[in-house]
C-alpha cells in the first residue's frame, strides 16, 4: 500500500513562530508536492521537488520555503507564521513515468491554526 | 465582525440513485484529467482518469465523461451508497511536467 505520511494532523501557533510541516513517502517517488486547501478556492500548489535538494515554486510559495534532502522527505517550511498562513496543508508525491501520467498520492493533511 | 467562509456546491442523492457531478476546466490544452475524492479528515484519493483523446471511460461504478467542446467534465456514479459521501474534485494536467489544477469540489450528500 502507498503511503505518504504527515508527521502532524493538527498544529496550533503563535504568529510569528516559526513552523516546520514533514512529509514522508515510503513509495521511491521522484516527484514530491505541497499544497495548501482552503475553502472555496480549491487546493494550489506552494512548492514542488522532482529530486533530491531540487525545488521549484508553485503559485503560491511567497511566505513559505521547503526542503528535501532525502528522496522520501519533503519538509514544507513557514519563516514566521502568519494569520493568513492558516489552512489545512497536503503533501502529495508522485512517480514520474508513471502510464497515468499525474495521479497523485497524499497524506492525510496538517491542520495549522496561527493564532 | 463575523466572517462568512466559502461554502461548497452541494448536491444531496438518495441511496440507490445515480449521482453526476460536473467540473469545467479552464485550459483547452490540458491533455489528462482526473477526479479525486476526499472523504471528510483525509487527504484526496484517486478515482478515474481520463486522456484529452477520449470522450467517455468507465471504471467500477463510476464513469467519466469529457466534452473538449465545452471545456466540460462529468463523474457520473452509478447506485451511491452512503460511503460515497465526501467532496469531489476534478484535476486539469497539461504538459509533461505535472502541472496540475484543482478545481473547487463539489460536497456530495448521500441521504440513506
Known amino acids: 500500500d502507498v503511503k505518504v505520511t504527515q508527521s502532524s494532523r493538527y498544529l496550533v501557533k503563535r504568529t510569528g513562530e516559526k513552523v516546520f510541516l514533514e512529509c514522508v513517502q515510503d513509495?521511491?517517488?521522484?516527484?514530491m508536492f505541497w499544497y495548501r486547501q482552503d475553502p472555496g478556492l480549491g487546493l494550489r500548489l506552494i512548492y514542488f521537488s522532482y529530486d533530491v535538494k531540487m525545488k521549484e515554486k508553485g503559485d503560491i510559495p511567497e511566505g513559505y520555503s521547503v526542503s528535501r534532502e532525502k528522496k522520501e522527505r519533503f519538509s514544507l517550511i513557514l519563516e514566521s507564521a502568519s494569520t493568513n498562513q492558516t489552512s489545512m496543508y497536503l503533501c502529495a508525491s508522485s512517480f514520474p513515468g508513471d502510464p497515468r501520467t499525474g495521479e497523485l498520492f497524499f497524506g492525510e493533511g496538517s491542520r495549522l491554526t496561527v493564532l | 465582525g463575523e466572517s462568512v467562509g466559502l461554502h461548497l456546491p452541494t448536491l444531496s442523492v438518495q441511496e440507490g440513485d445515480n449521482s453526476i457531478i460536473n467540473c469545467a476546466y479552464s485550459n483547452s490544452a490540458s491533455d489528462y484529467f482526473i477526479w479525486y475524492k476526499q472523504e471528510s479528515g483525509k487527504g484526496p484519493q484517486f478515482i478515474i482518469d481520463i486522456r484529452s483523446n477520449m470522450d467517455k471511460r468507465q471504471g467500477q461504478r463510476v464513469t467519466v465523461l469529457l466534452n473538449k467542446t465545452v471545456k466540460h467534465l462529468s463523474l457520473q456514479i452509478a447506485a451511491t451508497q452512503p460511503g460515497d459521501s465526501a467532496v469531489y474534485f476534478c484535476a486539469e494536467i497539461q504538459g509533461g511536467y505535472q502541472k496540475v489544477t484543482f478545481g473547487t469540489g463539489t460536497k456530495l450528500q448521500v441521504i440513506p
Open positions: 513509495m521511491d517517488h521522484e516527484n
